[in-house]
Structure formats: structure tokens, C-alpha cells
């Protein structure tokens, strides 16, 4: 099964959740943590692995030899995100805009362009006792962080829980991360900008067609805020967090839940039974 766990805004508590939830069911099934928040990974200050594997990642640019170009300007044409142009007699590539689908190079009448490699980031792969663990790191200044996480994904084990650690926010790299998930974790707040980016990720997630299930995280008596939404769209909150000092300062020391309160262990344990269970409600089978 995967399991992956997101939210509408940053700073819910997102990563307390799965580096929690991974820890805390280790004992009992095969598991692995994937970090697909690729520009801010940091999952591993709270699982503590060890790195036997490291990867590059690369995309593909064109790369222009004007001594066969005729600058007729097909490969601008077809260009959908603007990232090669033809001035007069000059052929500019903006390799920052470059989504290395191969079209400019395939439609070049005189064979011009090549396709380049170009690093935009790392995949590290290791171990956290044996909770197996995957992260990718994408390249400070990159502006894609698409295809690092498209690696990432694909050393998902089907074989194991896994679990998915994925970017804030509900943008592209996000519904890469969520996308083919068995089911999604939503982290929220209760606030009314945590109901509002709730929300935004509950669109999302219905629209990739998974199956969702919400935890408030510094839960109070503010929680009525985002209960009503989950009665109104038939969503069940699933898991509360309380605000409590002393869970921010095991957080703050680089502890989940599950190593500083050994009795969370036990609560998201179960968790991951009720996750079970409303797979087999609404779909008659259950993927482990």
C-alpha cells in the first residue's frame, strides 16, 4: 500500500506524520519512507539513516551546432514553454524552461540539435534500522523539481508500506508525489488559512481520484473549523494532534512522535488499521 502525506499550506506538521507514521509501523510490516519534498528534504533529521546509495539526476537540454542550423524557427514553433528561440541568425536555449520532451530536436529539418544531459539533483537511498528509506535533493537554483521526484517514486516498493512524504501546496510537484497513491494523508490545522488550504488539497486529491482522510495537527477548540468541511464532503478526520509544548520540543530536538511518546506508537498503528479498513468499505479489497 502507499500512503501518501500531504498538505494545502507548509508548517502543518506534515513530516511529524510520516516520519511518525513510518516509525511506528516498522515493527510489524516491511516499510519505506520516500521524501518527495524535494527542495526542503528533511525527513532524515527525524529517521536518522544511513546513505549506501547515491544518484544523479539529469534532464535533457538541446544543444544547437549553428554551423548546420538554417534558423528557420521550428523549434521555437514548437516549443510550448518558450525554451529555445531564433533571433535573425542567433538561436538562444533558456535551459531553465526546458521540459526535455525531445520535440525541437526531433523536428529539426537539418539535424542541428542534440540532446544534452544537465544534473538537477540527487537520490539517496539507505537504511534507518530497517526501515528502508529513499530521499531526493533537488539542485539549489533549479527550477524543476518534477523529475527529481519522478525518480524517487520510482523506487517505491510495492512489496512494503510506503509511505510518501510529499511537497507543501497543491502544484505540480505535489500531484506528482500524490499520483497513484492507494491513499492520502491530509495534514491540516485548525485556522481558517489551514481550512482554506485544506480545501485546495482536498480538489487535488479528488481530482487524481484517491481516497483521503484528514489530521488535525495543534488540535484545540478551534477543531469544529475544519470538522464541519469533513462532514459536509464526507471526509473523516482520522487522526487528532494536540498543541502541546512538549511535543514541539521533541520536534525541535529532531524526535517524532513515536520516539518521544512511545504511546503514539500505538495510535498510529492504529491509524494505518483505520486506513485499511476504508479501503476495504469502499473498494472491496485491501493492498498491503
Known amino acids: 500500500m502507499q500512503i501518501s502525506v500531504a498538505s494545502g499550506k507548509g508548517g502543518t506538521g506534515k513530516t511529524l506524520v510520516a516520519t511518525s507514521l513510518a516509525l511506528s509501523l516498522r515493527d510489524k510490516y516491511d516499510v519505506q519512507l520516500l521524501d518527495c ?23 535533457t537540454n538541446p544543444s544547437v551546432d549553428e554551423n548546420l542550423c538554417s ?35 526531433y ?8 540532446e544534452m544531459n544537465r ?3 540527487v537520490i539517496e537511498t539507505g537504511m534507518s534500522g530497517n526501515l ?21 517514486k520510482k523506487k517505491a516498493d510495492n512489496d512494503k508500506v510506503v509511505i510518501i512524504d510529499t511537497p507543501p501546496g497543491t502544484s505540480c510537484p505535489v500531484v506528482h508525489s500524490v499520483k497513484g497513491s492507494d491513499f492520502c494523508l491530509l495534514v491540516t490545522e ?13 480538489e487535488t486529491v479528488k481530482k487524481l481520484g484517491i481516497q483521503c482522510g484528514v489530521i488535525i495537527n495543534r488540535s484545540s477548540n478551534n477543531d469544529p473549523v475544519i470538522e464541519n468541511y469533513c462532514n459536509e464532503e464526507d471526509i473523516p478526520v482520522l487522526m487528532k494532534i494536540p ?8 520536534y525541535s530536538k529532531g524526535f517524532t512522535l513515536a520516539e518521544g511518546m512511545p504511546m503514539w506508537k500505538e495510535i498510529f498503528k492504529s491509524l494505518f488499521e483505520n486506513i485499511e479498513e476504508i479501503k476495504v468499505e469502499r473498494t472491496g479489497s485491501i493492498k498491503r
Open 107 to 114: 523536428l529539426c529539418p537539418e539535424s542541428a540539435i542534440t
Open 119 to 121: 544534473e538537477i539533483g
Open 132 to 152: 528502508d528509506f529513499v530521499q531526493g535533493m533537488l539542485t539549489v537554483g533549479e527550477a524543476m523539481a518534477t523529475p527529481v521526484i519522478d525518480q524517487v
Open 243 to 250: 498543541l502541546d509544548t512538549e511535543i514541539a520540543r521533541l
Open 37 to 59: 519534498d524535494v527542495e526542503e528534504p528533511d525527513d532524515s533529521i527525524f529517521v536518522r539513516r544511513d546513505i549506501v546509495q547515491r544518484e544523479l539526476v539529469y534532464v
Open 71 to 105: 534558423y528557420c524557427g521550428k523549434c521555437a514553433e514548437i516549443c510550448a514553454y518558450h525554451a529555445i528561440a531564433v533571433i535573425k541568425n542567433h538561436i538562444l536555449t533558456f535551459s531553465n524552461l526546458c521540459h526535455g520532451c525531445g520535440a525541437c530536436a
Open 190 to 202: 485548525p485556522t481558517p488559512f489551514g481550512l482554506n488550504d485544506l480545501a485546495l488539497a482536498v
